[in-house]
């Protein structure tokens, strides 16, 4: 079976590469598939055959509008079968996402799968719970010395997945002063 090409709306995280990027290369589908390291804003987005430059254009200024912030990430944390980091504050990306799900209520965020989103950096998904388990283990023992780490958010970006594989599109800088 082929993959369905896809596209995402992120913010690169690359702070966290060094803390994050072996495991996510190992446990992680989307960095074994060319993602790296990111907290999600809207996924999915539009096919990849629908990003126009009017769209690109529009995308440019709707980000432009927003203010870049500065987070961190300090929090190791889980939902069902995932091992993730958690930014804080997470309030930013919320806003992020719910003025991105106004724009384009076409694209709701996760398909609409879940009512309210979380924010956050997956490390590990799809592994058994032992393995998990052990993931998350590893990366508290890491924490001491690595956590926190701090980050901008000062762009999203576009990723487009053709082939089965994640590459970076555009960038769309945040235009508005640090909170």
Known sequence: ???PEESA???LVPEAESFVG???AVHDRSAARGAAAHVTL????RHPDH???HLEEELSRFFARMPRFGFTLSGIAGFPGVVYLAPEPMSPFDRLTEALATAYPD???YGGAFATPVPHLTVAQGASESDLVEI???LLERAQDALPIACVGDAATLLIKRSGRWSPGPVFPFG???V
């Open 107 to 109: 694209t709701p965020p």
């Open 136 to 138: 998350a283990a590893e």
């Open 51 to 53: 990003l126009t430059s």
């Open 42 to 45: 809207l996924y999915p987005f």
């Open 22 to 24: 072996r495991i996510r």
């Open 176 to 178: 508005g002063s640090a």
């Open 1 to 3: 079976l082929s993959e």
């Open 9 to 11: 709306l992120v913010v």
